[in-house]
């Protein structure tokens, strides 16, 4: 059996090898562990899952744990987006939350992640304190639960339904009712996932309409890699779009907290793309002011904004377990990543794909302008910059060794630029002559090394992706 660890976000792995019944309990006894140690049991956890294979089950497992370990229990009555739970958290005063899933992951995973009372993700001193207590549960007496829950123990776990007050959040967070009877064509890829529906519930029935797909629950995730709002997994909301009478594509990851964009041409607008616009859209539409707090791994237009609109900008390792902790410390008006998780001050410190979403709409309302527009006038005002990532396959005999040619690479020059800095912050960085990057980093939640660029060029991009599997000996 692999070690349970915490990644990036949660511990995953894949159904009926790592990740069974008996393991999902040892780490809800560990969680119920680090409740009781720090005092935090007697405000009761939410626990909560997303429409993944058995993810059900492994919810009522884990909330069987905490139950018999005197702990009440929120449990979600339905599957439901992972904001919708941190909002749970947040909104019953709990002390922390439990989410069933694997985010965006491929079908025959799953996970558990962890989230403290704030609603965010928790962080790697918390994670730790639970991983390490796994091995002696699992080497002793086991976890409490199954035969330790009698009738007081289930007294403990009330159902609920965590979509309403959810969706309520959305509408005191955007004027939803200006969305609503703007006369949009808006289309929907929920993916399958936790989110579908919830688009189109929040808006409601007025004069914009939403054509929603594979809103329906499958776990299996047909037609995809995985349920991660990226291009090559967003066939055909591109190509509803590409055919007209749709003015803009929406989409969500398979426990919606992480967002993609289609344009009215059918275009995808990448992770860099979209955080640059939503940061202009916060500052320059909605006029807020404060910090703004991005991953290693995104652009850094939105340090050009930042410097126009005299708001700091703070980096952070991948993670919003890194991201969340950090927005709360500097009351950030937004967080953003890569992966395509956006988070709001105000809201959550924790990723919300349905949120983004709508605020993206309201954007494109205010403005009277469509997405291809508001990313043209993005270029105009700060000049290009294109991104693209590749993700290589590992195999485990293989990592120690691609690590180690990482490690020891020193190219002087990536793409025609020169390289001014190196830093391992999060991976092998490589800053180059005015403030383009390459980075090349190993996934914390599946078995990929990840290879970024941001530079002015799409050719650009491609020969430092290029470069970047050479230097680290990977193809793919």
């Known amino acids: 059996m692999a070690e349970i660890r915490f990644g990036t976000d949660g511990w995953r792995a894949v159904i009926a090898e790592d990740y069974t019944f008996e393991n999902v309990r040892a780490v809800a006894q560990a969680t119920a562990g680090w409740l009781l140690r720090t005092g935090q049991a007697r405000s009761g956890a939410v626990v909560g899952y997303d429409t993944r294979f058995l993810s059900d089950a492994f919810a009522n497992a884990a909330a069987e744990v905490l139950a018999a370990n005197g702990i009440a229990v929120a449990l979600a009555s339905r599957a439901a987006p992972t904001p919708a739970l941190s909002h749970a958290v947040l909104d019953r005063k709990a002390a922390a939350g439990v989410v069933i899933t694997a985010s965006h992951n491929p079908g025959r995973w799953n996970g558990f992640k962890v989230k403290q009372a704030a609603g965010n993700s928790a962080p790697p001193e918390v994670t730790s304190e639970i991983e390490q207590a796994v091995p002696a549960i699992l080497d002793g007496a086991g976890a409490r639960g199954v035969a330790n829950v009698d009738a007081d123990a289930r007294s403990r776990i009330e159902r609920f339904d965590p979509n309403p007050p959810y969706l309520a959040s959305l509408r005191e967070f955007v004027d939803l009712e200006r969305i609503r009877e703007a006369g949009l064509r808006v289309a929907v890829d929920s993916m399958y996932g936790a989110a579908g529906g919830l688009t189109a519930a929040a808006i409601g029935e007025g004069a914009t309409s939403v054509h929603e797909l594979h809103g329906e629950r499958n776990p299996a995730f047909p037609g995809m890699r995985a349920p991660e709002p990226i291009a090559p997994n967003l066939g055909a909301l591109m190509r509803l779009l590409e055919g007209g009478g749709h003015d803009v594509g929406l989409a969500t990851d398979g426990d919606g907290d992480r967002f993609g964009l289609v344009d009215e041409q059918g275009r995808f607008l990448n992770q860099l793309q979209v955080f640059a616009l939503l940061v202009r859209y916060l500052l320059e539409v ?32 991948v993670g919003f377990k890194h991201l969340g902790p950090r927005m709360i410390d500097e009351d950030a008006i937004v967080a953003g990543e890569e992966s395509g998780g956006y988070a709001f001050r105000g809201h959550i410190p924790e990723r919300d794909g349905v949120l983004s979403g709508l605020l993206l709409l309201d954007y494109m309302v205010q403005t009277g302008k469509p997405a291809s527009q508001l990313l043209a006038e ?99």
């Open 378 to 476: 993005l270029y105009d005002e700060l000049g290009p910059h294109e991104y693209d990532r590749v993700d290589v396959t590992l195999r485990e005999e293989e990592r120690d060794a691609i690590a180690e040619q990482a490690a020891a690479a020193t190219p002087s020059e990536i793409a025609g630029l020169r390289v001014v800095s190196r830093d391992t912050l999060d991976g092998y960085r490589f800053t180059l002559e005015g403030g383009w990057w390459l980075l090349m980093r190993f996934s914390g939640t599946e078995p990929l090394l990840r290879i970024y660029a941001e530079l002015p060029s799409a050719d650009q991009v491609r020969r430092a992706i290029e470069q970047g599997q050479a230097l680290a000996g990977v193809t793919l």
């Open 286 to 317: 909605r006029s807020e002011r404060g910090a703004i707090v991005r991953s290693i791994t995104t652009t850094r237009m939105v340090d050009l904004l930042g410097e126009r609109h005299d708001c700091p900008v703070f980096e952070t390792p």
